[in-house]
């Protein structure tokens, strides 16, 4: 079971556009003008387009200070993501009603880098649901969909079995969660708890749609049932 994070379980409303924003000036010593669209994207996409925006080179020198700088704005602004931010309806209660499957391993993937996966998750108490270990991160790749034969592997080297499509479940808020999913090898649920509607993400092919966490049995059912079709 792999959890999207921004608009699936949790939301930190503006204060994701404003770090970065924060740290864009520091890293830069330029004011951030634009920043790129971040729904369903990943953090080296989002850094690399939004210096791009800026007419600056994303090397990889100031790739990683951005990085560096993004990871500690996060990890000092606990209080606000605690207080600014909110846990999704439903969303704990599903985790935590997965945790208590034995056949069921969850972890994250998401356009976070992972410190900031990590952080925004234990901000409301929901890290120790997840095996960090074998989750897929934003900047593992630029793209989403090989993220997910990325936690596949992962998974694959740490219990020792193979995850494919048929026994991973993606459970995410954009069209591009249910891109990500097709394209790298899992089933998809899609919630619609983000910019897109039910009827966005049913246009783009999720095999479930929701629209919210709320209903825990139903949010069960349907993973079990789907990684065991
Ligand atoms: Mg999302």
Do not use: C
Request: net charge negative; charged share 25%.
């Amino acid at each position: 079971m792999l959890w999207d994070i921004d608009h699936t379980l949790v939301s930190v409303r503006q204060l994701s556009g404003e770090i970065y924003g924060e740290v864009f000036r520091e890293v830069t010593g330029h004011p951030l003008e634009r920043l790129a669209d971040m729904a369903g994207r990943t953090d080296r996409a989002i850094m690399a387009d939004t210096l791009r925006l800026h007419g600056l080179e994303p090397t990889a020198e100031i790739m990683a200070r951005f990085a560096r700088m993004l990871a500690e704005a996060f990890s000092v602004r606990q209080e606000d993501i605690r207080a600014r931010g909110r846990v999704l309806p439903g969303a704990r209660a599903a985790l935590r009603a997965l945790a208590d499957q034995s056949d069921v391993i969850q972890s994250v993937l998401t356009g976070n880098m992972k410190e900031i996966a990590l952080y925004k998750l234990a901000a409301f108490e929901l890290a120790p649901f997840m095996d960090f270990d074998i989750g897929s991160y934003g900047l593992d790749d630029a793209e989403r969909p090989p993220l997910v034969k990325l936690a596949q592997q992962r998974a694959a080297r740490k219990y020792g079995e193979t995850f494919d499509a048929a026994t991973t479940v993606l459970i995410g808020d954009t069209p591009n969660d249910v891109r990500a999913g097709h394209e790298g090898g899992s089933r998809v649920v899609a919630v619609a708890t983000g910019a897109s509607d039910e009827a966005a993400l049913r246009a783009a092919g999720a095999e479930l749609v929701l629209p919210d966490l709320t209903d825990t049995d139903a949010v069960v059912q349907v993973v079990l049932t789907i990684s065991d079709s």
